[in-house]
């Protein structure tokens, strides 16, 4: 007879290792499929994670992993999940390898796409002195010259912000600044300096940030970069179930919309982690996966 789990957990990061180990520890039987290259795995540490503060991702996720080996009823499988469909009993999903599982509830915790300026030399740094969060990578680069790589609105924003982890902090907007002047009055007011030539590459050593190049051929010393990257869905599968998505907001462009416990619009489907949040964070996304499983127990329980 063709087994039917529980739950399978589409992604094995911080949201999908969580939600395993809560549902593992209410005896579901939980499958959790893991494509790999979570976003911040480039990441020296994890920034902020109370009781993992500096620890590299892929520890945390090795540790979680050896975790769930306590629960007989959850199911750890490397793979990608491509397609899924409503099937008799719940849901039919559809591996990469050609398998297919079947599943009464789908927990989407994939993750996101970080999508960034094609900057010669930025992808080598990204995740070390090249850094979309300051929250998780400021604290590395404090006292020194920063630099953030953005425009309009958001880049007012993030450079303001920014200041709190240096008094060296240049708002580079890669062109024309797209600023008005109440804009540039809250630069001004907070010491940053706005540069508007054409960001050409960025200069590294020891793979760390030296040095941003301008079109001109002149260099700025910085030895840390913020990047304004939008969010986009890594999988189709989202798309593929038919749940809905959120308006996009200034981070994420297509964050699957979910409610108060974590529900999609497509019964039986729920979400949790960066795939359906505009502030990425493992924390979060472990608060996140915890609280989307208990949902996906107390369906159960409706259930009955």
Known sequence: MEKIWDCVIVGGGAAGLSAALVLGRARRHVLMVDAGAQSNLAA?????LLG?????????????RSELG?????????GEV?????????????LADGD??????????????????????LAELWGTSVFHCPFCHGWEVRDQPLAVLANGERAVHMATMLRGWSDDVVLMTDGPAE????????????????????????????????????ADGESLARRGLLVASTLRQRSVLASKLGVGF????????????IDAM???????????????????????????????AASVVASFMEEK
């Open 44 to 48: 020296h540490g994890i920034g902020g």
């Open 52 to 64: 993992f503060d500096g620890v590299p991702p892929a520890q945390l996720y090795a540790q979680g």
């Open 70 to 78: 306590a629960y007989p009823s959850v199911a750890v499988r490397d």
């Open 82 to 94: 491509i397609a899924g469909a409503v099937a008799e009993g719940g849901f039919a999903l559809e």
């Open 100 to 121: 297919v599982v079947r599943a009464r509830r789908v927990l989407l915790a994939m993750g996101m796409r970080y999508e960034s300026p094609a900057v010669p030399g």
């Open 179 to 214: 600023l008005g002047g109440d804009h540039r009055a809250r630069l001004a007011e907070a010491g940053v300096r706005v540069e508007e030539r054409a960001v050409a590459e960025l200069v590294s050593a020891d793979g760390e940030l030296t040095a941003v190049r301008f």
């Open 246 to 257: 959120a308006a996009a907001g200034p981070v994420s462009a297509e964050p699957i919309e």
């Open 262 to 292: 974590y529900r999609t619009s497509v019964p039986g489907v729920l979400a949790a982690g960066d795939v359906c949040a505009q502030m990425p964070q493992v924390a979060a996304a472990i608060a996140a996966g915890s609280a989307a």
